[in-house]
């Protein structure tokens, strides 16, 4: 089996070099799933796994103008990165021309092998997706889509105030990544919502909510090594409608002196946050920083939070990535009860029954206040549930199983 798989992921060593060249740094919840998820597929033996990449940079992060296609090999996987024109607008066209390119070269050296072709594309990426997409139609590839979010709940996260030509590229974006969703021939979803949503005639799927590093069973969560303070972390996107104020204030209510809040992330409520820090100094905000020290932090750490409302609309298409990390961490999860959340899953975690502040800050109080024995029972139950059933080999396991079911 060959498989294209078109994103904006690089190698470890190449995601390092552009994280600490960048001002703004590039995001790393996407970087980690298509990581796990590209190596997964690459530890089975029938796959031949080539990844077309787009460079994750902007003006925003780096004043470089143009950088040279290039390629790699790291963990049995075959990088080739576009090359890229670091302008506004006019370097979305350049990709897809970059892409559209290298995709049609792909297509034209696997076709005469007897062995089956299909692509596989980060929907969320559209100059590019598109371009491969369009590539693998002339040759009779098969495309799989790749969906980690909806296009109409994107723009709502962000409510920072934007000027009218970059909010008509997000409209065009929006309108033209909603229409393009629908036509691949197979998907991976997050939510049984989000198949109901994008795929009402029922092509192919599969539900994946997320996956965790299969090497993190080598990472030992011992109580001998945690703080010695009661440490209660948050790290991802930092919005209001992400629920975060409302736990901060939450916390604020929480009277135990050695109780701390680690805020770890960027987002539109960065200001407030450095004044809740002013006000209460068992709040500490870290700010963006390199995930492998947030993975330590949290496995150090007594708690680990997901704060996100269960009653906005969005939450039914999404299936935070911070829980998987969280949970295979090895330290206890408080989680709100989202309808993307499956049942299976309640066993392993704490839940918020009630969403209010007072509410929020009653839970946060008995659970800190549970035997610490009790608490790493919870965590190392979670850790060794997603190992054994979300680690990145099976769930790559099940897209081969999907694409074998697309040929029968």
């Known amino acids: 089996m060959v498989i294209l798989y078109v994103s904006k992921l690089l190698s470890q060593n190449k995601f390092n070099i552009i994280y600490n060249l960048s001002r703004i740094k590039p995001q790393q919840q996407a970087q980690k799933f298509h990581y796990l998820l590209a190596s997964g597929l690459a530890e089975h033996e029938n796959v031949e796994l080539t990844l077309l990449s787009g460079l994750p940079i902007s003006q ?4 470089r103008m143009l950088w040279g296609q290039s390629s790699e090999i790291e963990n049995k996987m075959v990088f080739k990165y576009l090359a890229h024109l670091n302008v506004p607008a006019v370097g979305n066209i350049f990709s897809f021309c970059a892409a559209f390119f290298a995709a049609t070269k792909w297509c034209i050296t696997n076709v005469n092998k007897k062995t089956q072709k299909y692509l596989i594309c980060d929907v969320l990426n ?3 997706s598109i371009a491969a997409k369009t590539a693998a139609g002339l040759f009779g590839v098969k495309t799989i889509g790749i969906v980690t979010d909806i296009p109409n709940y994107m723009k709502e996260y962000n409510k920072e105030k934007k000027g009218p030509f970059k909010a008509l590229i997000i409209y065009l974006y929006t309108v033209i990544c909603t229409y ?9 979803f997050l939510t049984n919502q989000m198949n109901e949503l994008i795929n009402p005639n029922g092509k192919p799927s599969i539900i994946i909510e997320g996956l965790v590093d299969s090497n993190m ?6 109580l001998i090594d945690k703080y010695k303070e009661k440490i209660v972390i948050y790290a991802g996107a930092l919005y209001e409608k992400y629920g975060v104020k409302k736990l901060i204030e939450a916390f604020l209510k929480v009277t135990a002196n050695q109780v701390r809040l680690w805020l770890f992330g960027s987002g ?6 450095i004044q809740f820090t002013q006000m209460d100094n068992r709040i500490r905000y870290f700010g963006v920083v390199h995930n492998q020290v947030v993975i330590e932090s949290e496995i150090r750490a ?16 999404s299936f935070p990535s911070k829980i998987m990390e969280y949970m295979v961490s090895g330290t206890p999860v408080l989680t709100t009860k989202l ?18 502040v007072e509410g929020m800050a009653k839970t946060l109080e008995r659970i800190l206040e549970l035997p610490k024995e009790e608490l790493h029972a919870k965590g190392a139950a979670a ?4 190992l054994r059933e979300k680690n990145n080999i099976r769930q790559a396991s099940r897209i081969l199983e999907l694409i074998e079911n697309m040929d029968r």
Do not use: C, M
């Open 60 to 63: 925003n992060n780096a004043p």
């Open 126 to 128: 559209l100059s590019i």
């Open 180 to 188: 393009i969703l629908r036509t691949y021939d197979g998907y991976v």
């Open 217 to 222: 069973v080598r990472k030992s969560n011992l």
């Open 268 to 273: 539109d409520l960065e200001d407030q946050i």
């Open 302 to 317: 007594t708690l680990l939070v997901n704060p996100r409302p269960s009653s906005e609309e969005f939450t039914k298409y």
């Open 339 to 356: 309808p993307g959340i499956p049942e299976e899953y309640y066993n392993y975690v704490y839940l918020f029954e009630d969403e209010s």
């Open 383 to 386: 850790k060794e549930f997603v």
